[in-house]
């Protein structure tokens, strides 16, 4: 399974930005896919997930109100809506196909990643 990422890109704080990430290779739509991200020194972190029924895990509270999850089984992508974003939202933003059909907040239970596509939040 390759997943591509896109949509990243430096905007403004209060901006908006919407990311994607289509997957290739075979199919996941039995699989949970999840978002996390990663800022320079800091750990990776969940920021979204959705089941393979379309259930989305709870978010965080760094995101939560601000963020939300979306997949498109026939497509083979799952999206992330990004509102209101903050400098603290700048990372890497990375994502993963589960082992499961669910999408677990530890990012140990991701089989696949992409390679991440970058946003940058000026104040």
């Known amino acids: 399974v390759q997943l591509q990422a896109s949509g990243g890109g430096w905007v403004q704080a209060g901006g908006s930005l919407r990311l994607s990430c289509a997957a290739s290779?075979?199919?996941?739509?039995?699989?949970?896919m999840g978002w996390f991200r990663q800022a320079p020194g800091k750990e990776r972190e969940f920021v979204a997930g959705?089941?393979?029924?379309?259930?989305?895990?709870p978010y965080p509270d760094s995101v939560k109100g601000r963020f939300t999850v979306s997949r498109d089984r026939a497509k083979n992508t799952v999206y992330l809506e990004m509102i209101n974003l903050k400098p603290e939202d700048t990372a890497v933003y990375y994502c993963?196909?589960?082992?499961?059909?669910?999408?677990?907040?530890?990012?140990?239970?991701?089989?696949?990643w992409g390679q991440g596509t970058l946003v940058t939040v000026s104040s």
């Open positions: 993963a196909v589960s082992l499961t059909p669910y999408a677990p907040t530890d990012y140990s239970r991701y089989k696949y």
């Open positions: 290779g075979r199919t996941v739509s039995n699989n949970g």
């Open positions: 959705m089941s393979w029924g379309g259930a989305s895990t």
